[in-house]
């Protein structure tokens, strides 16, 4: 996956949005104003991507490439190196992953405007 791929799969998912809230070189995928996802463009190519505290430690325990969320909350955010070493579809099902617990946390209203 690089940088292109990455943002055409987290554009298809509904009512995401990108934008750039901190500086002009990280890249923030959004669904309903709560991120998901996000990247530096500059650096080294990798993601962080929110999930489960629980999912996070076995995530870490599994992948070298999976570690505590860089400048994030390190119980709810993974950052991954994306460096050949995790496929694509295991990627995607991550991203997926991440899109749905932000989602699960939206209102009721939020969810059914998605």
Known sequence: ???????????????V?????FDETTLVFKVAGKMFCLTDLED??????????????????QYNAV???????????????????ISDELLKQWLNESYELVVKGLTKKQREEL
């Open 67 to 85: 570690k505590p969320g860089f400048h994030m909350s390190k119980k709810h955010w993974n950052s991954v190196d994306i460096d050949g070493s």
């Open 17 to 21: 949005t990108e934008s750039f809230p």
């Open 44 to 61: 080294s190519f990798g993601i962080n991507i929110k999930n489960s505290p629980e999912k996070n430690i076995e995530l870490r325990e």
């Open 1 to 15: 996956m690089n940088i292109e791929e990455l943002r055409d799969y987290c554009l298809t998912m509904k009512g």
